[in-house]
Nanobody
Framework: QVHLVESGGGSVQAGGSLTVSCAAS????????MGWFRQAPGKEREEVAV???????TRYTDSVKGRFTIRRDSKNTVSLEMNRLKPEDTGVYYC???????????????WGQGTQVTVSS
């Protein structure tokens, strides 16, 4: 069983930076792709930045391209560096792990509890 724990959320003013991190424990053999989703108040959960394919390819949602960077810091950890933050980046950020090649929205994915990121104008 895989367990994901996020850290590093917080509050920042627009234009600032934050880095959120995720540590995986347990048997991650079948959870070799990791990424980040977020959910803003009153909105659906959306993909932000993920590793895909063989685990080395990255994919970003258009609204964060050029501002956010996802990194696989180790086999068990992934981080999301967020720069030039905007109020619309506010939300709960979730770490997700899934077997590469499968959808992050499939039942085979493992989700963390989430960490709050708040960007004030």
């Amino acid at each position: 069983q895989v367990h994901l724990v996020e850290s590093g959320g917080g509050s920042v003013q627009a234009g600032g930076s934050l880095t959120v991190s995720c540590a995986a424990s347990g048997n991650i053999y079948n959870r070799d792709c990791m990424g980040w989703f977020r959910q803003a108040p009153g909105k659906e959960r959306e993909e932000v930045a993920v590793f895909t394919s063989n685990g080395d390819t990255t994919r970003y949602t258009d609204s964060v391209k050029g501002r956010f960077t996802i990194r696989r810091d180790s086999k068990n950890t992934v981080s999301l560096e967020m720069n030039r933050l905007k109020p619309e980046d506010t939300g709960v950020y979730y770490c997700v792990a899934v077997q590469c090649g499968r959808s992050y929205l499939s039942g085979a994915a493992t989700w963390g509890q989430g960490t709050q990121v708040t960007v004030s104008s």
